[in-house]
């Protein structure tokens, strides 16, 4: 036997010692799980992998799945959704076929993760997870993982890490909606630029999840929604959950905020991190199928003179005070098309004792109130008549362009007054 002849047969024996390594690896997990592989001296089928391991319920004619590992027979058959169907056997026992029909991949919802598992007489492999999705879903992925493993599922704008560290098995699977959203979806939160799915079934105590959500670049987001402030908003992207009655802020474990970094030269923005845990929001155990929405906000220049935003202004009672703001979307466009119902100000009473940033006497009235001025570029007026009761008190006045936090609600845009005569 020659050199190549040698070099030939041992790629060939390493081959096939990585293909039997990585069948054991699935079989001892699986026994690990509670599966049953041993049937007299036979050893059980287990399942390696299974493609397609996403499809589309609108597919009209059903689909084969192509299905390797090993243990497999001419009367194996598959498992979906309650139903045996036979495996179309070519003489491989690591390698088999079934035809699933349309009417299998009927679904209700958004996406169901069928677990997938072979029969080979009374003995069942492990399970493998294959997502059918509906008409709103762009793209999934799901992993079945065991005790002791972990796995990774991700779309264009989810990615999740599962650990598993309860005995049996957990299924997780992201999931990225279209847009717009199709009406299977909750009611929208104002300007959502992505919607994902992160739903993570049969949570074990000590499991770990952390999910991370990552926007379209560049943002364009629609107008109008605006920050509190500071003129720079601090999270000019942001992530809500649908809680099954409202929008609510994600938090990630031990309640912190989700921060989503930002180039507001390019108006791009960074990944975000979530680490689901029984002190997150939503808690990891609850993750039966979640909605969540990345929101953008805006910027809010203002308020112009005569206002202070940083200071208390010192004002007369009774007169009108001109408030004067810019907005501009977070590629610095003006935003024009402020709605003057949605427009509204408000205040309310503060102590004085608890203001700071010195004081600032007014030096500009209006001659009386009016209703929201487009005065184009993105700048707005609005005159503010207060109340001469509010003499010798502090107030602070509330701003609401219309636009919403995600938990629905009113955003704020304020500034300190001190009234005198």
């Known amino acids: 036997m020659d ?9 060939g024996v390493r081959s096939r010692a990585i293909r039997l390594l990585t069948v054991v690896s699935v079989l001892c997990v699986a026994v690990a799980a509670g599966f049953s592989l041993v049937a007299g001296a036979d ?23 192509d299905i390797t590992g090993e243990g497999f027979s001419s009367t194996s058959t598959v498992q979906w959704r309650g139903t045996d169907y036979p495996v179309l056997w070519s003489g491989d026992s690591t390698h088999v076929t079934v035809a699933i029909p349309y009417s299998a991949l009927t679904i209700s919802g958004a996406f169901v993760t ?29 992993a079945i993982v065991f005790g002791g493993d972990s796995a990774t599922v991700s779309t264009d704008r989810l990615s999740a890490i599962y650990t598993r560290s309860a005995a049996g098995y957990g299924t997780v699977t992201a999931a990225t909606y279209k847009l717009p959203p199709n009406p299977i979806l909750p009611p929208s939160p104002i300007s959502p630029v992505a919607f994902v799915d992160l739903q993570l079934l049969n949570a074990g105590a000590g499991d770990t999840l952390v999910g991370t959500f990552v926007p379209p670049n560049p943002i364009v987001p629609p107008n109008p929604v605006l920050p509190p ?3 720079v908003p601090p999270n000019p ?18 309640g912190a905020a989700v921060s989503f970094g930002f180039d507001y ?3 791009s923005a960074t990944s975000a991190s979530v680490n689901f845990s029984t002190t997150s929001a939503p808690q990891i155990s609850v993750l039966s199928g979640t909605v969540f929405a990345m929101i953008t906000a805006y910027a809010f220049v203002g308020f112009d003179d005569p206002v202070d935003t940083d200071a208390v202004n010192i004002a007369n009672a009774g007169r009108s005070i001109p408030l004067k703001w810019q ?11 402020l709605s003057a119902a949605d427009v509204k100000v408000s205040s309310v009473s503060v102590a004085c004792g608890t203001l700071s940033g010195g004081d600032d006497p007014l030096e500009g009235y209006a001659a009386g109130a009016s209703g929201l001025q487009n005065l ?7 005159n503010w008549k207060t109340d001469a009761v509010w003499k010798g008190t502090c107030r602070r006045l509330q701003l609401d362009l219309g636009d919403k936090n995600p938990d629905g609600t009113p955003t704020y845009r304020t500034a300190d007054f001190r009234f005198t005569r």
Do not use: H, M
């Open 3 to 11: 050199e190549r002849s040698i070099a030939s047969l041992g790629r």
């Open 43 to 65: 050893t059980g089928p287990g399942i390696i992998a299974i493609t397609p391991n996403s499809v589309s319920a609108s597919c009209c004619a059903g689909v084969t799945l």
């Open 114 to 142: 069928v677990e997938v598992t072979l029969k080979a007489g009374a003995v069942t492999s492990n399970p493998r997870p294959v997502t059918i999705f509906g008409s709103g879903v762009s793209a999934t992925q799901s």
């Open 229 to 231: 402030n500071p003129i």
């Open 237 to 254: 992207v942001r992530l809500a959950y649908w809680t099954g009655i409202a929008w609510s802020p994600v938090l990630t474990s031990g």
């Open 265 to 267: 030269a390019t108006t």
């Open 327 to 337: 907005v501009l979307d977070l590629g610095g466009t003006p935003v024009d098309n």
């Open 376 to 382: 184009g570029g993105g700048y707005y007026q609005l």
